[in-house]
């Protein structure tokens, strides 16, 4: 048994049936052409080759405990495969459609506490011959980036390559407690380990309550916590959702930043601004003030392994102008002042800070109905980094990889979005009671990427040349991905 540090206890805190906190990928892959077995005799191989590994390692061995009202780890001695592993089929006719619905009610679902927080299902029956792999883990055992990273683990740049090795058997953690160790302490010693990792996040707790009393003191470029305005998504949510997708060209985002001075970053966050700005136009709910995202900032570049490796910075996404320039000018300058304010502190005190200004006050938030009066922050934007190059799993290639996050009471609608390859994927998973038209958001997207390719002063093709010079010389490759993009765009709008 091993303790589980405070951000990921949030997570186990922050849960009920209709908050899952499980974060996920939704994969698409072609079966290689040499290949002539049905996709269901692939699926069937593969998923029978990996529960041959009937024992995982950790952290995919442990379930949570709560122990003297702190949370631990404790490993599964009755860990069951052949649970965490689920072979499906999408019914006819085998659309992105189907494939869609399926994991808005699959990832509606809770992980269950009694087992080890993680489950992969192998989907078959696309109609185009593909298959698709939805995986999610709970976010107290693991963040999207370590997520990635793992399923990426598992596959091969050489199509010819066999990788044999599962996701649960891929991950080993260094440092794991025995369960006798933890058991015989006195609750004297616990106390102290408490106190003693209490100390080393002092200062980063005390500067994320000074910026939670300073509120709206903050400059215009600064978006402090309750600086949000109350909006259509800051309501109590259901347990249903809807999750929607789209995947851009990363090179076209790379060229319009270094256009507009501004990181890819930045863009996405523009972009995303720009089509929230259209859906609650549609909705005649357009707040008069600029709406505010929490954005998730990788810490995984310093040092540290298992859990979560995140802190939590808020900008503005100046959806209050119509001006896609200066709605871009805005959301770098607030940004800039949210990354200047995490780098003067450690890594432990980056994620005391996201604690004390985030995740601290949601809870009471959430429990009082205060978060839709006084929201800390309106939507989460999220941009996972994933493989730069194609991948291949026993020989089916990877084709699209889109994230799958987490809406919650009073943060209706979470924006995640992941780099692979050349391409861009933007998932949108909301409540489907409380974001009525979520598919909508793909169109509002388009329109707000021309819309900022145009006010940059720059026709498409020239955005198209821009690309090319910076893209990598495989455009075989490149071509037949963004077919492959035009395909799922069609279904994930309907």
């Known amino acids: 048994m091993s303790p589980m540090n405070p951000q990921d206890a949030m997570f186990l805190l922050f849960e009920n049936r209709h908050t899952p906190m499980h974060v996920a990928g939704l994969q698409l892959f072609t079966p290689a052409k040499s290949d002539k077995r049905p996709g269901s005799a692939f699926l069937s191989e593969l998923i029978h080759t990996w529960k041959r590994h009937a024992v995982a390692n950790a952290p995919f061995n442990l379930r949570p405990l709560q122990n003297f009202g702190r949370w631990f780890w404790e490993e599964d001695d009755h860990f069951d495969v052949?649970?965490?592993?689920?072979?499906?089929?999408?019914?006819?006719?085998?659309?992105?459609?189907?494939?869609?619905?399926?994991v808005s009610r699959l990832h509606a679902t809770p992980l269950d506490r009694n087992r080890p927080l993680w489950e992969v299902y192998l989907i078959e029956g696309l109609n185009d011959g593909r298959f698709a792999i939805y995986t999610k883990f709970h976010h107290a055992l693991i963040d999207g980036v370590t997520g990635s990273r793992l399923f990426a683990s598992t596959m091969s740049t050489d199509p010819r390559a066999t990788k044999p090795m599962p996701p649960f058997w891929a991950m080993k953690h260094k440092h794991r407690a025995s369960n006798a160790s933890v058991k015989n302490k006195s609750m004297l010693q616990k106390a102290?380990?408490?106190?003693?990792?209490?100390?080393e996040i002092v200062p980063g707790l005390a500067h994320g309550v000074f910026d939670l009393v300073r509120g709206l003191a903050g400059s215009d470029a600064e978006a402090l916590p309750f600086q949000?305005?109350?909006?259509?998504?800051?309501?109590?949510?259901?347990?249903?959702?809807?999750?929607?997708?789209?995947?851009?060209?990363?090179?076209?985002?790379?060229?319009?930043?270094?256009?507009?001075?501004?990181?890819?970053n930045d863009v996405t966050l523009a972009v995303c601004a720009g089509a929230l700005?259209?859906?609650?136009?549609?909705?005649?709910?357009?707040?008069?003030?600029?709406?505010?995202?929490?954005?998730?900032?990788?810490?995984?570049?310093?040092?540290?392994?298992?859990?979560?490796?995140?802190?939590?910075?808020?900008?503005?996404?100046?959806?209050?102008?119509?001006?896609?320039?200066?709605?871009?000018?805005?959301?770098?300058?607030?940004?800039?002042?949210?990354?200047?304010?995490?780098?003067?502190?450690?890594?432990?005190?980056?994620?005391?800070?996201?604690?004390?200004?985030?995740?601290?006050?949601?809870?009471?938030?959430?429990?009082?109905g205060l978060g839709k009066r006084a929201p800390l922050c309106n939507v989460t934007i999220s941009n996972v980094p994933g493989a730069p190059q194609t991948l291949y799993l026993q020989g089916a290639r990877l084709d699209e990889a889109y994230p799958v996050s987490i809406p919650m009471d009073y943060n209706a609608l979470n924006i995640t979005v992941s780099s692979y390859g050349e391409s861009f994927a933007f998932g949108f998973i909301a409540c489907r009671r409380t974001v009525p038209g979520l598919q909508r958001m793909i169109d509002h997207t388009d329109a707000a990427l021309a819309e900022l390719r145009k006010a940059l002063g720059v026709r498409r093709p020239a955005i198209q040349r821009a690309v090319k010079k910076m893209a990598k010389p495989n455009q075989k490759t490149a071509a037949s991905a963004a077919k492959r993009r035009r395909s799922v765009t069609t279904g994930s709008k309907t």
């Open 82 to 102: 052949d649970y965490h592993l689920r072979h499906l089929a999408l019914p006819y006719p085998g659309r992105v459609r189907e494939l869609l619905n399926m």
């Open 192 to 199: 102290v380990e408490t106190l003693v990792s209490g100390k």
């Open 277 to 368: 700005r259209r859906y609650l136009q549609s909705h005649d709910a357009l707040p008069a003030k600029p709406l505010v995202a929490m954005v998730p900032v990788s810490l995984h570049s310093e040092g540290g392994e298992g859990g979560n490796q995140i802190a939590m910075v808020t900008t503005e996404l100046a959806t209050e102008i119509a001006d896609p320039i200066e709605r871009l000018r805005r959301i770098k300058k607030s940004m800039t002042v949210a990354k200047d304010r995490l780098r003067k502190m450690g890594k432990t005190e980056k994620m005391a800070y996201s604690a004390a200004t985030l995740q601290a006050p949601a809870l009471p938030l959430m429990l009082t």
């Open 228 to 264: 949000a305005p109350p909006s259509m998504f800051n309501v109590e949510i259901s347990g249903s959702r809807r999750f929607v997708a789209q995947s851009y060209s990363l090179p076209e985002f790379k060229a319009l930043g270094k256009l507009a001075g501004a990181t890819v």
